[in-house]
């Protein structure tokens, strides 16, 4: 048999076996997909009488995930700073991108958790997730935008004398300016939709609202907040790309 | 004349087996204006980096003031007076044109003050004066990258002017501009030789402007120079021998 044979068989047998370990050939499982259709039926019609409460609800989650984007973002920075090959020395610059990566692995929805258990419910939890989650993100952004800056205006600005502090104000951050500016955009339109996720687990928002909704069975409200929750995250990506197209590009 | 900058037996290579430059020696007087011709790939950029003390030479010695910039605090004094100006300009396009002349000022200026963008008053007014001069006043709150080529030439040669220069080296700085303006910048550097004593090593390939403005013409070929010759005394069919020699060698 030839190898490439070999992989098909052996990537479709691992497929089934997937299949099986999560309950797909379960019939007694497979039947409750019947469940769609009442669930569908009770959201129907969407209920207007939430509406209040859907839009405190979506301006807590904006709100967060505004304060947690430029905490981040100004947490970030400071973390890229100390990760750039240009500005900081290698054992240094190792530590930090280290630092970052670790921070990366975890899920903004399981730093939502942590800070649930410390801070208690609530969107103060949700802001601290967001903010860990977007320092990871956008440091690791922010440190190979520092890095890739054109080596002539470095070179130019070092032949003046100017020291890595010095550098790093007067040709660094000048030059990469549009670029932090536009993921900043970007990684706000991101956490409007991640503020959603976290408030799943307790942390305050629309999440938060959603969850309380399907856990009292009343589906017609869901779907109100489903509906304008996303009537609004495409509005926000709406602008957000406006804005970095016409002046970050 | 003695000289400020010179070069002396410097070899430079970037692997350790192929030589950019080989036996260099050259001696840079104040107010003298030096031209450097040759090839893409001869050494002219390499030459620059090691004059400037960006590279440093693997095997002879760079002198400032008779003194090696082995030693780091000649090397320091050394490399806030040389002006460089990289082949791209190396100006910072997302700052304003005043920034950008200030960043000259840089060494000279306390680190908190300058990051706070606080410059003592003297330095604003010295900067204003070099952008008087270079034709730049009206542009002076404007970011660099709305402005034309020659036009961020003339900032790249303001911020080198506010460091207080005795050398400015300039890296293929007329390739990109034309003609006219070609002949503004030189004038310009003909102007800072004489009357305030800079001197300057321009790397080029325009032949045309060397017997116009050059007290020195170089030809750098395969990292040695291969004619050095008095400006005035060189002839355009001079230069043009030693390129068509260089192109005919390389092209063997």
Redesign the interface.
């Known amino acids: 048999m030839k190898a490439r044979a070999k992989w098909r068989i052996a990537i479709l047998v691992l497929f089934f076996f997937s299949l099986w370990q999560t309950g797909f050939f379960d019939p007694s499982r497979v039947a409750k997909i019947q469940n769609i259709g009442p669930f569908l039926a009770g959201m129907l019609p969407p209920d207007p009488t939430i509406l209040p409460q859907v839009l405190s609800a979506i301006y807590e989650t904006v709100v967060m995930a505004f304060a947690g984007t430029l905490m981040g973002g100004a947490l970030g920075l400071i973390l890229a700073v100390f990760s750039s090959r240009l500005l900081a020395p290698l054992p240094i610059m190792a530590l930090f991108r280290t630092i970052l990566a670790l921070i990366r692995t975890i899920p903004a929805i399981l730093w939502a958790l942590i800070f649930v258990v410390i801070a208690g419910f609530g969107p103060f939890a949700g802001v601290l997730a967001i903010t860990f989650y977007t320092t990871g993100y956008l440091g690791k952004l922010f440190y190979e935008a520092f890095d890739s800056v054109s080596s002539e205006v470095l070179e130019a600005v070092r032949g003046v004398g100017a020291s890595r502090l010095q550098q790093l104000r007067f040709a660094i951050l000048p030059e990469s300016a549009n670029y932090i500016l536009s993921q900043l955009l970007f990684i706000f339109e991101y956490n409007v939709r991640a503020s959603t996720i976290v408030g799943l687990v307790g942390a305050g928002g629309v999440g938060y609202l959603i969850l309380a909704l399907v856990q009292s069975l009343k589906y017609s409200g869901l779907l109100t907040a489903i509906l304008i929750l996303l009537a609004f995250v495409l509005a926000i990506d709406f602008i957000s790309t406006k804005i970095r197209g016409r002046y970050f590009t | 004349m003695s000289s400020i900058l010179e070069a002396r037996n410097v070899w430079f290579t970037y692997d350790s087996r192929n030589y950019t430059l080989k036996d260099i020696s050259l001696s840079i007087e104040a107010g003298k204006m030096y031209m450097v011709f040759g090839r893409s790939g001869a050494g002219k950029t390499t030459l620059l980096k090691i004059l400037?003390g960006?590279l440093k030479p693997s095997r002879g010695v760079v002198l400032f003031n008779g003194r090696p910039t082995t030693s780091i605090d000649t090397a320091?004094r050394a490399?806030?007076v040389?002006?460089?100006?990289?082949?791209?300009?190396?100006?910072?396009?997302?700052?304003s044109v005043l920034?950008n002349v200030l960043?000259?000022?840089?060494?000279r200026v306390p680190?908190l003050h300058?990051?706070l963008g606080q410059f003592p008053k003297e330095e604003r007014d010295r900067a204003e004066e070099i952008l008087e001069i270079m034709g730049l006043a009206q542009f002076k709150y404007q970011k660099v990258s709305q402005l034309s080529g020659g036009q961020r030439q003339r900032v790249?040669i303001a911020?080198a002017l506010?460091?207080k220069p005795q050398i400015i080296l300039a890296d293929e700085f007329v390739s990109q501009l034309d003609p006219v303006t070609a002949i503004e910048v030189l004038d310009v550097f003909r102007r800072l030789a004489d009357e305030r004593g800079i001197a300057t090593v321009i790397t080029s390939h325009d032949i045309h402007l060397a017997s116009r403005y050059a007290d020195k013409v170089l030809v750098l070929r395969d990292g040695e120079f291969k004619l050095c010759r008095d400006g005035r005394s060189v002839s355009e069919s001079d230069l043009i021998a030693a390129m068509r020699e260089t192109f005919l060698e390389s092209s063997r």
């Open positions: 400037k960006i320091k490399y806030s040389i002006g460089y100006i990289p082949q791209g300009f190396g100006i910072v396009s997302n700052i920034d960043v000259g000022a840089l060494s680190l300058s990051i790249a911020r506010m460091q």
